[in-house]
C-alpha cells in the first residue's frame, strides 16, 4: 500500500501522523478495514487504533469484484498537563482513493465452439442469468448461474 502519513496542526502543536498496520478483514456479512496511527511530535507519541468499514461490491459490466474503504475516521487526542487536546480528526478513507479490484467470474468467450461427437461444429452464446455476492469469513465469494444457448447460424 505504501507509507501513508502526514502533518497537521492546531493552535496548541504541530504533530506528524503515520498509517500503521492498515489491513481488511472479511466477516460473514461484513468487511472492516483496521490499523493503528501514530502521532508524534517533540514531545510525545501517541497510538490510537482505527477501524472502518469496507464496502464489496461486483460491477457485472466490467466482470470485477471491488473492495473500497468506505469510512475510516480517528480522533486524535491526547492528555497533556492534566488537560484533554484534540489533535484534530483524520479521515483515513480518503487515503485509499484506488479501490482494489479483482477479476469476478464471468467467461472470457461469450461464444464457445463446441465440437458434437458427429464433428459438427456448434456454437454456443453463455451469459450470466443472475449473481449473489457473499461474505464468509476471510473470504468473498461470488456465486453466478449462466445460461447456454444454441447461436443459430
Given amino acids: 500500500m505504501g507509507k501513508i502519513s502526514g502533518t497537521s496542526s492546531n493552535s496548541v502543536v504541530e504533530y506528524t501522523w503515520s498509517l500503521l498496520n492498515p489491513r481488511i478483514e472479511i466477516f460473514k456479512d461484513e468487511a472492516l478495514f483496521f490499523a493503528e496511527v501514530n502521532a508524534k511530535t517533540d514531545l510525545f507519541s501517541i497510538t490510537r487504533d482505527v477501524e472502518g468499514s469496507v464496502k464489496v461490491t461486483y460491477d457485472e459490466k466490467k ?45 472470457f468467450n461469450n461464444e464457445i465452439d463446441f465440437t458434437l461427437p458427429n464433428t459438427k461444429n456448434k456454437k454456443i452464446k453463455v451469459m450470466t442469468k443472475q449473481y449473489e455476492l457473499l461474505l464468509l469469513e476471510n473470504m468473498i465469494k461470488l456465486n453466478a448461474e449462466f445460461i447456454f444457448n444454441q447461436v443459430i447460424d
Fill in 63 to 107: 466482470n470485477l469484484i471491488v473492495v473500497a474503504v468506505d469510512k475510516a475516521d480517528i480522533i486524535l487526542d491526547v492528555d497533556l498537563f492534566g488537560k484533554n487536546i484534540l489533535l484534530g480528526e483524520i479521515d483515513i478513507a480518503k487515503y485509499f482513493s484506488k479501490n482494489f479490484t479483482y477479476e469476478g467470474i464471468k467467461p
